[in-house]
């Protein structure tokens, strides 16, 4: 995954528009606009969130204007317009998960990466956050971590932590 | 011969009305006119595909059609609703309409900000005019209202996002006046915002649209900011040779000067025909245009409250030179606008 | 054990591939439908079914499928709702990891019943592992003949295309689905029209639930007499449940309609009663937005009739006493739990998830979660409970999508069956912040009524 900073502009790579062709190819002539969605999705799974620039350049792909790309990106709750930790958990916070104790787990998550929800690790590795039911209500708690949205069910205490050390070493041997 | 029209016939609050196939309740109910026709806060009739979103005009339909004359289940959004034959409507005569209509005002009133004191909108807005009518006295509201960060569109717009009700109208102008959209509705849910998103000026030639569609303070004329109260200003239909629009306008006066130029609103405050930036914000002296006649304002409105249209002065006046020094201002215009 | 049509094969290994899906008797519906039977013959069959709409709100399929319109030279659509998101549902999401090609072998059958040469599958973005294995599912049966250009040479082309959602509870709302799929914000249409005359794209479309067409396969294959002979009444076929909360043996299962839930809870064979032995206290049957029931009306309804798990039983008695079959999300509460505290969860959901077009649902949810956490933290007033119930009645069927509704129905059956727990809250602040209000009476046999 590439990082980019604050509106430094970015180039798609050769592999990702052609990744962009095969989607806008699913829809009617001059229907392109469907691609946008997946489209966002496979920026976000890029770059880790949604610069403006990037967006605009979305834009400028698909032919729409730039503010119907800023619009459907702040409307769903999976983009990110601002940089996360490499490793986003999402903890689902809905009545189903809480009856069996996801507020627990994600008071568990906070102590132990140390920062509140929506906020960064310093090493720049986690993030974590509540999200709206994920529909695995006999499954919970549970969380996921994008881009490919891997699915971790019925945690722990013990279970999230085996998580966070296996994704840190994970992030270590990449470094 | 003239082809027989087909025309549906149908009943607002027992009142009959004889309308076209595709005419919506709504616009029915205009074409009778008076306390019946419901209110509306996002539908505007000059734009396509506004209304539905705001449920201030809801009714209740007791009677579908003729042919098939079960009522419908809920109330029913009248802006967006078309008419059927024999189809018998209750607003204003429905309790649940006017409880349903209660409602949905003070949901609007919740989170905006009530500050009429300082806002340009006051005297003309829909949502002053809307929680005088049909809303209660009082909110049982207890919570911090909903503010949003400032964001500033250009020298000529002024938009206050906290007085917003999302009615969606000025993304409608434009989309439709304009063949670039740079403001749109971000964010969702009570959340939602009009916004650039990145720091951008909107001043295509028709954006200033959005300023007369606005039902709220949300968009006002920055050039007239805070210049006056509209309650204070005369307003005098003119209009100017415009290479760019009809150039159809209202001037509203201060004195000799111009204060501000908008559209010409119809009863339902919506503008006959849109203008351009520049007859809106560039010609601002009377010598730009040719001035037609003082603006017919309701009686009852906060403008025709202040004597504009004839200035009555009490007959205690007539009697009292030392009364008449002092309004000689008000009398001389009463003269020359007679 | 019950009759299953949906998950019959779902221990095999390997079903998920479309070789062994094939090898247990998978795309006979294909075969026999495009082969053998007219598009109107398949409708026929869906209609003689019974089978309704198993996304919520029960809607018969067939029906929903004749009012499509047929203009000259206008595509029409298939799109499937996959953006299973309703607190408690979980099981499209099963049925897609599992058994992928159920889904895709009623898809083909569907979309040829309709008319449809594209057909998209829209899955809610979170499920991307799920989006993948239907892309392969696609590409595996394309590769065998089934799905492209002239399938199994009788001159119908359909191509199917999975499109990932953004993370929007609001999309599962067929017109806000079709307003995302076209790449804009998920919100609801104002209907009319609706989407059967102009959907998609402007174009007749017909929008169903996952679990609704795979459905269609059984029904090809037996029959849809021989499928509506499972069940009772107007609830004919098999249902997925999903199973949660406070439940020893949570996950999907594939019951008989008509299936009493006492049996449900309690049987081994589905949920295995309460959890760690504890007792029942409350149950919402059909996804966070039907109205919560209090243990004493889940296993009998107001008249002493045993409940069942069926459209009709579910619903007795009204909103009164009765409750919805809704998606089938199944949320068993212990006497440990706090039903001011799930309200207040649930509204925050709902809030949350309000697209914010329609002014009643988008400031009146975000003002009932601030008067729940009021309550629930101890600074709530009796006050507060009217003014929540006055709320919720007036954002109830005045909005332009359900999720109005939705929203106001989950706070309106709290308050009516657990009001004392309510009050409790107000008159004991601080008590009510160290210890739960328990059972209480909840579970008492109910008092007859004198007429």
């Keep these: 995954m590439l990082s980019i900073q604050e509106n430094q502009p970015v180039e798609f790579s050769a592999a990702l528009l052609e990744q962009f062709g095969e989607i806008v190819a699913r829809y009617p002539e001059n229907q392109q606009k469907s691609a946008l969605l997946p489209i966002l999705h496979l920026v976000q799974a890029e770059y880790g969130w949604l610069s403006t620039d990037s967006m605009d350049k979305v834009a400028a792909y698909l032919h729409i204007q730039a503010i119907e790309v800023y619009?459907?990106?702040t409307f769903?709750?999976?983009?990110?317009?601002k940089p996360q930790g490499k490793y986003m958990l999402e903890v689902c916070r809905t009545g189903p998960c809480c009856l069996v104790g996801a507020e627990k787990i994600m008071q568990h998550i906070e102590n132990r990466l140390g920062v509140k929800e929506g906020e960064i690790t310093a090493d720049g590795l986690f993030s974590w956050r509540g999200v709206e039911c994920m529909a695995a209500c006999g499954y919970g708690p549970v969380l996921q971590i994008g881009p490919e949205y891997t699915f971790y069910e019925n945690l722990t205490e013990k279970s999230v932590d085996e998580l966070i050390d296996t994704l840190r070493d994970k992030a270590k041997q990449q470094a | 011969?003239?082809?027989?029209?087909?025309?549906?016939?149908?009943?607002?609050?027992?009142?009959?009305?004889?309308?076209?196939?595709?005419?919506?309740?709504?616009?029915?109910?205009?074409?009778?006119?008076?306390?019946?026709?419901?209110p509306a806060m996002c539908y505007y009739s000059k734009l396509e595909g506004t209304g539905g979103k705001c449920r201030t005009c809801l009714v209740k339909v007791s009677k579908g059609s003729e042919k098939d004359p079960r009522p419908m289940p809920k109330l029913v959004a009248s802006c967006r609703t078309t008419v059927m034959d024999g189809m018998e409507v209750q607003n204003i005569t429905s309790p649940?309409?006017?409880?349903?209509r209660k409602g949905v005002v003070e949901m609007l009133l919740i989170n905006h900000p009530l500050d009429c004191p300082v806002c340009d909108q006051a005297g003309e807005c829909k949502l002053q005019d809307l929680g005088y009518e049909h809303g209660d006295e009082g909110t049982r509201y207890e919570f911090e209202r909903r503010t949003f960060e400032r964001i500033d569109i250009g020298d000529k717009i002024q938009l206050h996002m906290n007085r917003c009700i999302l009615c969606y109208r000025c993304v409608f102008v434009a989309n439709q006046l304009t063949d670039e959209r740079e403001h749109g509705v971000l964010n969702r849910g009570d959340h939602s915002e009009i916004s650039t998103f990145i720091h951008k000026a909107l001043n295509h030639d028709f954006v200033g649209n959005v300023i007369d569609v606005c039902p709220v303070g949300a968009l006002t004329d920055k050039t007239f900011r805070f210049k006056n109260r509209v309650w204070f200003t005369?307003?005098?239909?003119?209009?100017?040779?415009?290479?760019?629009?009809?150039?159809?306008?209202?001037?509203?006066?201060?004195g000799d000067e111009v204060l501000r130029v908008t559209g010409r609103k119809d009863e339902y405050g919506e503008v006959e025909e849109f203008i351009c930036n520049t007859c809106r914000f560039e010609t601002k002296h009377t010598s730009d245009w040719t001035l037609e006649e003082p603006t017919p304002v309701d009686h009852e409105s906060v403008i025709g409250a202040n004597h504009y249209l004839n200035f009555n002065p009490p007959s205690v006046i007539h009697e009292d030179k030392k009364l008449q020094l002092a309004n000689e201002e008000q009398l001389a215009r009463t003269e020359r606008l007679k | 054990m019950g009759r299953k049509l949906l998950l019959e094969h779902i221990n095999e290994p390997g079903i998920q591939t479309f070789d062994v899906y094939r090898q247990k008797g998978g795309y006979r519906a294909v075969e026999k439908a495009l082969k053998s039977m007219s598009p109107d013959d398949v409708v026929e069959e869906v209609k003689k079914s019974g089978l309704r709409g198993r996304g919520g709100a029960g809607f018969p399929t067939g029906m929903k499928w004749s009012f499509l319109a047929k203009p000259e030279g206008v595509p029409r659509y298939l799109v499937c709702n996959g953006d299973e998101s309703e607190p408690g549902t979980f099981k499209d999401r099963y049925l897609m990891t599992h058994i992928p090609h159920a889904l895709i072998e009623g898809m083909i059958v569907s979309s040829y019943a309709l008319g449809a040469n594209t057909s998209y599958i829209y899955v809610r973005g979170e499920m991307m592992p799920q989006i993948r294995i239907l892309e392969?599912?696609?590409?595996?049966?394309?590769?065998a003949g089934l799905l492209g250009k002239n399938i199994l040479g009788t001159g119908y082309d359909l191509e199917i295309y999975v499109q990932p959602g953004g993370g929007a509870y609001i999309c599962g709302e067929e017109t806000a689905l079709l307003e995302s799929l076209e790449g804009k914000r998920g919100n609801p249409r104002i209907k009319p029209p609706f989407p059967a005359v102009a959907g998609l794209y402007g174009c007749p479309t017909v929008v169903n639930n996952v679990e609704s067409i795979a459905s269609v396969v059984p029904i090809i294959n037996d029959g849809g007499e021989e499928y509506a002979k499972i069940g009772i009444e107007r609830s004919t076929g098999t249902k997925l449940i999903s199973a949660g909360g406070n439940v020893k043996n949570p996950g999907v299962y594939e019951i008989e309609l008509g299936v009493p839930v006492e049996e449900f809870i309690y049987s081994d064979e589905y949920c295995g009663g309460i959890a760690n032995g504890k007792r029942l206290k409350a149950l919402v049957a059909g996804g966070s937005s039907v109205p919560i029931l209090p243990a004493n009306l889940?296993?009998?309804?107001i008249n002493g009739d045993a409940r069942l798990m069926t459209y009709e039983s579910l619903a007795d008695g009204g909103f009164q006493t009765g409750t919805m079959m809704g998606s089938g999300g199944f949320i068993v509460f212990d006497e440990d739990q706090c039903i001011v505290r799930n309200t207040w969860n649930f509204t925050r959901f709902y809030h949350h998830e309000s697209c914010g077009q329609c002014s009643p649902c988008r400031e009146g949810t975000g003002w009932m979660e601030k008067v729940l956490y009021k309550i629930e933290h101890g600074q709530g007033s009796i006050a507060d409970i009217d003014l929540l119930w006055d709320i919720q009645r007036k954002i109830e069927g005045n909005t332009i999508c359900p999720l109005g509704d939705a929203a106001a129905w989950p706070v309106a059956a709290a308050i009516r069956h657990f009001r004392d727990e309510f009050e409790w809250h107000v008159l004991h602040p601080e008590e009510s912040q160290s210890r739960n209000y328990g059972l209480a009476h909840y579970a008492d046999p109910i008092k007859p009524v004198a007429q």
């Design chain 3, 136 to 143: 392969r599912a696609i590409a595996e049966t394309k590769a």
């Design chain 2, 96 to 100: 649940d309409v006017v409880e349903a």
């Design chain 1, 71 to 73: 619009e459907v990106a």
């Design chain 3, 298 to 301: 889940i296993s009998k309804t």
């Design chain 1, 76 to 81: 769903y709750t999976m983009y990110f317009l």
């Design chain 2, 1 to 38: 011969m003239a082809e027989e029209v087909v025309k549906f016939k149908v009943t607002i609050d027992g009142i009959p009305v004889e309308v076209e196939p595709g005419t919506t309740i709504l616009n029915a109910a205009r074409q009778i006119g008076g306390d019946i026709v419901p």
């Design chain 2, 234 to 254: 005369k307003p005098v239909d003119a209009h100017r040779d415009c290479p760019t629009c009809a150039g159809k306008v209202t001037l509203w006066y201060k």
